[in-house]
Structure formats: C-alpha cells, structure tokens
C-alpha cells in the first residue's frame, strides 16, 4: 500500500470513530425511546448502519495492520518502474501520452490515473525501465508503449 493510501484509510478509520459511531448510537439511542422496536424502522435502520460502520472500522484496521507501506518518494529513482511510482506513457501507434501511478487493489481509480498493481498495464510494466516498450495485452487486444519517464513521488 502506498503512504498516500495509508494515510486516506487513517483519515478514514478517524472519521468513521470520531463521528459517524457517535451518530449513530445517538439515533439508536433516540430510536429506542419511541417504544416497540419491533416495529420501529428508525431503530433497525440505525443498526444497521451501526453494523456497516463497525465491519468498516475492521476492514480498515486489518487492512492497516496487515499491510506493508510503501513511500516511494523516499526510494532513489533508477528509472525502474515498481509498485509506487508514476509511469509516463505513450502509445506508439496513436501518440496518445497517458500517466498512470501504480498501487494497491483498494487505492486503484482509474479516473485519477492510479491503477491497480494486479492490472494487465501495471504487470506489463513493473521491472521495465524508462526507453523500454511494453506490449500490454488487454481485452480490447494488444497496446504497445513507450515508457517516457519514472517518477518516484
């Protein structure tokens, strides 16, 4: 996991104990005080938001205790591309330039440039250095490209 994803679930993990737990024990606390709870959809709503809350709570606490953190940006950059680093792109046959950041499954969006590790473009480029071309075989058929830069931030 990069330092930057590790920082998003802390940030997380503090939002969903610091606030959203106290919430929702305050509507559940509320909703008990309307009487028969077998029949109050306010009570059974905030259970089960209380149950999603403290599942999340143990999914990011596992995660952050399980997982092993990565700053790239305190590694010396060789031009090698690893897990970390931004890659700059350009596809050979259109001369599209695309920048993609490689990084954990949980951190991946697409729509911010940062892909998954496990990903067909990212197993293509991991141990590649900057000049090389890599044949990226995806669903929609083969891509060649041309490493331009590895950015270590």
Known sequence: MTKEGADSLRDELKHLKMEARPKVIAAISEAREHGDLKENAEY????????????RIQEIESK?????IIDIANMTNNGKVIFGTTVDLVNIETEEEVSYQIVGDDEADLKINKISVSSPIARALIGKSEGDEVV????????EYEIVEVKYI
Do not use: K
């Open 64 to 68: 952050l205790s399980n997982s092993q």
């Open 44 to 55: 059974h709503a905030a259970r089960e938001q209380q149950g999603f809350i403290e599942g």
């Open 136 to 143: 990226v075989r995806a669903p929609g058929g083969e891509v």
